[in-house]
Nanobody, 123 residues
Framework: QVQLVESGGGLVQAGGSLRLSCAASGRTFRTYAMGWFRQAPGKEREFVAAISWIGASTYYADSVKGRFTISTSNAKSTLYLQMNSLKPEDTAVYYC????????????????WGQGTQVTVSA
């Protein structure tokens, strides 16, 4: 059974940085795509970034391009999201997700989800 466990969220001032981690277990993930999504109160869950597990392809939402970096560590079976130059509008619960096959941006295309980690950016 696939398990995804996020960590690294917290409270940070605008302009600061955080690194989120997602520990993955229960599968060999080399043929999987991994994604980060976020959901702010009263809003729908939205795509942030995605990567093929072997790291050949990365994709970003326009709102985070140039500020966030998605990466994987095969040795640690961990997905990361480095977030720099954070803005108050980045405040949300951040989720990691996994799906077999190619990278997708739609939340409905992902089969497995973590429990989420809260990121709060103060002005």
């Amino acid at each position: 059974q696939v398990q995804l466990v996020e960590s690294g969220g917290g409270l940070v001032q605008a302009g600061g940085s955080l690194r989120l981690s997602c520990a993955a277990s229960g599968r060999t993930f080399r043929t999987y795509a991994m994604g980060w999504f976020r959901q702010a109160p009263g809003k729908e869950r939205e795509f942030v970034a995605a990567i093929s597990w072997i790291g050949a392809s990365t994709y970003y939402a326009d709102s985070v391009k140039g500020r966030f970096t998605i990466s994987t560590s095969n040795a640690k079976s961990t997905l990361y999201l480095q977030m720099n130059s954070l803005k108050p509008e980045d405040t949300a619960v951040y989720y990691c997700a996994a799906r077999r096959g190619a990278v997708r941006a739609a939340p409905g295309e992902y089969d497995y989800w973590g429990q989420g980690t809260q990121v709060t950016v103060s002005a």
